[in-house]
T-cell receptor
């Protein structure tokens, strides 16, 4: 069953603008991850944030996690046309051998050149 | 970085035939691999967890006799869709776990059953 719910479902912005995507989840988690998927391709891991962390940065990406609200946001700054893709949040609810990911429905980001 | 490959990338088959999809971790050993299914413009649904040397663990609602998984080595897991029907048409993606929390995904296999 799906855990994460991203919003908006679709986002269209101009190149250079910032893109903010949100993810909410229902149960307690060990970590939350964001992935990117280009059309018809596999997923690329972007960033992982653990449940005891509140914010993390990686290049133009900034992820926040609010466990009290069970939500996370992904900010892409200074967007580029190449950022056009679908973005998924995925929650990891366990550690060790039983760890697995539950994916949200995804957000389609279009960056207009 | 960790690379996972899938073969074939695309397959078209007749209804009733079986199709095998391979998932390989190219530069690392993976004791655990995962198989997902994705419908157009939808999320990834976990089908099963494949552990090297043991039986796969299937998610609720996934028929284990329909989707046969074999993980014979630390770098190879296979998914066989047996007696495929048009409703099995989908995008199948595998992933391999390197660290506890991180999965590396293959490029996916698009299956079309006529």
């Amino acid at each position: 069953s799906q855990q994460g719910e991203e919003d908006p479902q679709a986002l269209s912005i101009q190149e250079g603008e910032n893109a903010t995507m949100n993810c909410s989840y229902k149960t307690s988690i060990n970590n939350l991850q964001w992935y990117r998927q280009n059309s018809g391709r596999g997923l690329v891991h972007l960033i992982l944030i653990r449940s005891n962390e509140r914010e993390k940065h990686s290049g133009r990406l900034r992820v926040t996690l609010d466990t009290s609200k069970k939500s996370s946001s992904l900010l892409i700054t200074a967007s580029r046309a190449a950022d056009t893709a679908s973005y998924f949040c995925a929650t990891g609810n366990d550690t060790g051998a039983n760890s697995k990911l539950t994916f949200g429905k995804g957000i389609t980001l279009s960056v207009r050149p | 970085g960790a690379v996972v490959s899938q073969h074939p990338s695309r397959v078209i088959c007749k209804s009733g035939t079986s199709v095998k999809i391979e998932c390989r971790s190219l530069d690392f050993q993976a004791t655990t691999m995962f198989w997902y299914r994705q419908f157009p413009k939808q999320s990834l649904m976990l089908m099963a967890t494949s552990n090297e040397g043991s039986k796969a663990t299937y998610e609720q609602g996934v028929e284990k006799d329909k989707f046969l998984i074999n993980h014979a080595s630390l770098t190879l897991s296979t998914l066989t869709v047996t007696s495929a029907h048009p409703e099995d048409s989908s995008f199948y993606i595998c992933s391999a776990r390197l660290w506890v929390e991180t999965q590396y995904f293959g490029p996916g296999t698009r299956l079309l059953v006529l």
